[in-house]
Structures are given as C-alpha cells and as structure tokens.
C-alpha cells in the first residue's frame, strides 16, 4: 500500500469496479507530489500487464522512468506516417535500447492511401487528421488495457496546467496516469543529467520544444511558448488524445 491507496491487482480492480472516480480521486490525492518512480511501481503492482504508456519520442523520460520502474512494461508509440525521421530514429533506439515492450501503432491507411481519398487533410482539416491517424489508431490500441501512462507536464501548456496524477479516463473506460505531471523543463533536464543514457529526440536541440508531425511542426523562437510551434497559425493546440 502507498499510504491508504489498495495495490492488490484484485482489490484495485473492485475499486475501479464499484467507483472508478471515487478511486482515481483517491489516488490521485495520496500520489500527488509522489515521486515518478513511486507512481510507476505502484501502478505496476496494481494492473501488471494491464498498465500501458504511450510515448511521442522526445525527451523519452516517462519511457525511461517506466524501464527503471516496471521493466518489460507496453509502450504504444503512435506512427503517423507523417513524423519527422529523427522522430522515427528515436523510436527505434528507444526500442533497442529500454527494457520495454515497444508497439508501434499506425493507422489503417498509409499516408499515400489516405491522400488520394482525401487531399492533405492536414492542411484543409487538422482537426479531421489527428483524429484518424493519431486518435483513433491509439483508441483502439489502449482496448484491452485498465491503465496507461503519459508524459504530460502541467508547464507544456495553459491547457495542461491542471493535469492531475491520476484521473479516470471515462471516454476510454481506463485509469490514466501522468507521473510527471508537476516536473518542470529543469526537472527533466536534471533527469537527463543524472542518467546520460536517457535518449532524446535531436530535434529538441534544433528549437523543436514540442515535437509532432513534420507537416504541422515548427521550431519555436525564445520566449515562445513551448507548444507554439504545432499547428501555428491555427487555433488548435491539441491533437485530440488528452482532451
């Protein structure tokens, strides 16, 4: 137990049954401010197989946190066919390199089948590509799963800053964690500090502080903020998945 939080797979999961808001709730005020790997590893004890992370290959913390915490744990990484190749050769040193168990997930169309329905749906409709190539691919990947993990930080973004620990996910009917939800840019760059292997998407050398697909991503100037470069232009901030 961590505190008054149930670990037990079984009770976990009568919990979930019986109030899954009421046990987020729970959760959520005894694992906030709680230290990354302590969310992980408690979250491995209570859903084994069943916890999953999703990862978007830049900093790679999260997934690196993760290997440490529960080695051997799910990773989807959705690939859009529409990423940057340094996005693709992060995923792939991630899958060499971590002790998990990487899935990429695409969606049922390639990008050249999907542009000869549709056009660049990116540019006439960003709202319509999210949700086909990213959306929908990682709902129907998280089936199956009671609980999945993201590297959402409350300083990405205004419409991130109240991004609990643990919440329950009612659209996907899952638990959804986010470890470091209160870590800061100079936590992360501690992190990477203090473990060197930790892998990191190079593009976040090259300006790129949030990192998407090459078609709706730009590097951001000093003082930006760190999610102006997707979908610039646009009032969209969002691809979908957390929202």
């Not at 919990?15 to 729970?26: K, Q, R, S, T, V």
């Not at 005894?30 to 992980?40: K, N, Q, R, S």
């Amino acid at each position: 137990m961590i505190g008054s939080l149930i670990s037990r797979p079984e009770d976990v999961a009568a919990a979930l049954e019986n109030d899954p808001e009421g046990f987020a709730a729970e959760a959520n005020s005894v694992l906030e401010g709680a230290d990354p790997l302590t969310v992980l590893g408690w979250a491995g004890k209570a859903f084994g197989k069943s916890l999953v992370i999703t990862a978007s290959m830049g900093d790679t913390a999260l997934a690196h946190l993760t290997s440490r915490a529960v080695p051997g744990t799910d990773m989807l990484f959705v690939d859009t066919g529409y990423h940057f190749a340094e996005t693709i050769g992060t995923a792939q040193a991630v899958q060499a390199s971590y002790p998990l168990r990487m899935l990429s997930i695409r969606p049922k169309e390639s990008v050249e089948e999907h542009e000869a329905k549709r056009g660049k749906l990116w540019q006439t409709d960003p709202d319509a590509c999210c949700k086909m190539r990213k959306v929908a691919p990682l709902n129907n990947a998280l089936r199956g799963y009671r609980a999945w993990a993201t590297g959402l930080r409350r300083v990405e973004s205004p419409d991130r800053a109240n991004t609990p620990v643990v919440r329950w996910d009612a659209k996907r009917d899952l638990l959804k964690l986010a470890p470091i939800a209160a870590w800061t840019d100079d936590d992360v760059e501690s992190y990477q500090d203090a473990h060197p292997e930790v892998l990191s998407n190079p593009l976040l050398q090259l300006g790129y502080r949030s990192i998407g697909c090459s078609t709706c991503t730009r590097a951001v100037a000093p003082g930006e903020d760190a999610r102006a470069g997707r979908w610039a232009g646009r009032a969209k901030s969002e691809c979908g998945i957390h929202l």
